[in-house]
């Protein structure tokens, strides 16, 4: 997953930054059980494949799309965040 985000962010960051992206809707985690709740799961959290393409509401791979944000989808942290508070 690091390496797909990290390449995510060198392919597509300006674009994302343009398009309104927050760092959740890739990058969140569930504050509490970080990725063992799918539900408040960024884009870029989910799987370790790489993004194709990026457009207003998804970020497309390759078999794929994940929509951002999805409906009623409760807000997570991003994972660094997480991360910190794990410590």
Excluded: N
């Amino acid at each position: 997953m690091r390496k797909s985000a990290l390449a995510f962010i060198d392919q597509y960051g300006a674009e994302t930054h343009q398009l309104g992206c927050t760092a959740p809707e890739l990058f969140g985690v569930h504050p509490l059980s970080g990725t063992l709740r799918v539900d408040s799961c960024g884009v870029l959290m989910l799987g370790p494949s790489a993004a194709r393409a990026i457009y207003t509401d998804r970020v497309a791979f390759a078999q794929t799309s994940d929509y951002r944000p999805l409906k009623g989808q409760a807000p997570g942290v991003p994972v660094w965040e997480f991360a910190a508070q794990a410590r």
